[in-house]
Structure formats: structure tokens, C-alpha cells
């Protein structure tokens, strides 16, 4: 039986219209009584598991699911060994560099050596500072980052932005785009290159549904 590992949050109902498209019913996911954390689809051909987003890609590398949608900020991020297949062209957001509004700095070049940038995105942050020659120190939060700079613990935040909304109610404003993120469909390499559960014709049918 073919597994496909589903994110938790912004994601989930997007992902769950897709497979639907395909034949794939994992819709009681949505129903706010259910506490199930794995539903088999009505043909009998797939099961879903329901996973924090982050734990995606740990449960397709290690081959508990064949298939996976996850953003392209956790795979940045993580780094999995995982086919990456489709871009999904949905939960768009991009990584992003932010300081209080009031703040002298308006490029990250512009912030001072060895100063506190403020992050979940730990490995992407470094990655990012690294490249332009800039020794920070990385702080990682994993609650409201935003809080860095608002109590000055950090001159910087790198975090995840969709509207921007948050940021401006906190007043912070962003300064520099590392990446564009969207939902990617991921797979199991062994599983895909083996083609387990007839995987290429899914996959190729999820290509063509949009």
C-alpha cells in the first residue's frame, strides 16, 4: 500500500484537494472532531499520515511514506536525501531578513559583525550570512521570532513571510529575500527509481492536474 505523509498547518488543504484530483481521499484529515494520525483512502490503494511539516521529509527519507508534500523552506532547511519531483505552486512564502522599522540597518550587509540574527531557519540563516562574509551569531527561537528584535536580544530576524502582516503589526519591515517557497511533492528515491505502488503514474497524473 502506497503511504503519503501530509503536512499539518497551511498546507494540508491544499495537498488534500490534490490527491483528491487523483483518486485520493484523505479529506477526513479536515474534520476538526478527528484525532487520527493515519487514514486509509476508500480504494484501498494509499494511507496518509498527518505530520508536524518539518517531520515530512524524515518520514519519506527514511521510507515510511513513499510520497510527501512539504515546502521548499523545510527542505532548504533539512537538507533530506529525497527526490524532489513537482513544484506545487501553492503555499507560496519566501525566506526573509528583518529588522525593526526604526532600525539603522537597510541591507543585512549593514548590520555589524558578530551581531544576533534570530532564527529557526538556523542552517538557511548561517548558509545566508556566510555567503556574504558576515560573521554573525545565530540564535535560535522557535516561538515568535519576532520577538528578537522587538526586545533587542537580536538586530535581526530570518523567518518565513507570506503577507507580511505579522511583521508590520510587530513593527518590523523586511530587508532582503533569501528564497521563494511553495509546496513540493517529494518521494522516497529507492521507492520512485522502483516505481512501488505504480508511483510514476501518480506522480505523472499529479503533474497534469494543474
Known amino acids: 500500500m502506497l503511504t503519503v505523509a501530509l503536512p499539518k498547518g497551511e498546507l494540508l488543504k491544499n495537498s488534500i484537494r490534490l490527491l483528491q484530483s487523483v483518486g485520493l481521499d484523505f479529506s477526513a484529515f479536515l474534520d476538526s472532531g478527528t484525532r487520527q494520525l493515519q487514514i486509509p483512502d476508500a480504494s484501498g490503494q494509499a494511507k496518509a499520515l498527518l505530520v508536524r511539516a518539518q517531520d515530512v521529509p524524515v518520514y519519506v527519507e527514511y521510507g515510511q511514506a513513499q510520497l510527501g508534500i512539504v515546502g521548499y523552506d523545510v527542505l532548504s532547511e533539512k537538507k533530506p536525501q529525497v527526490a524532489q519531483l513537482v513544484d506545487l505552486q501553492f503555499g507560496y512564502c519566501r525566506m526573509s531578513v528583518a529588522v525593526k522599522a526604526s ?108
Open 103 to 210: 532600525s539603522p540597518y537597510k541591507l543585512p550587509v549593514d548590520l555589524p559583525a558578530h551581531g544576533r540574527v534570530a532564527s529557526k531557519y538556523v542552517n538557511c540563516a548561517r548558509e545566508y550570512f556566510q555567503s556574504l562574509d558576515l560573521p554573525v551569531e545565530i540564535v535560535p527561537l522557535y516561538g515568535s521570532v519576532e520577538l528578537g528584535p522587538i526586545t533587542g536580544m537580536s538586530e535581526a530576524i530570518v523567518d518565513i513571510v507570506s503577507t507580511g502582516r505579522t511583521l508590520k503589526e510587530n513593527g518590523l519591515v523586511e530587508i532582503a529575500t533569501l528564497y521563494e517557497s511553495t509546496a513540493r511533492l517529494i518521494a522516497h528515491p529507492l521507492s520512485y527509481r522502483l516505481n512501488m505502488g505504480n508511483l510514476h503514474q501518480l506522480v505523472t497524473q499529479l503533474r497534469e492536474g494543474f
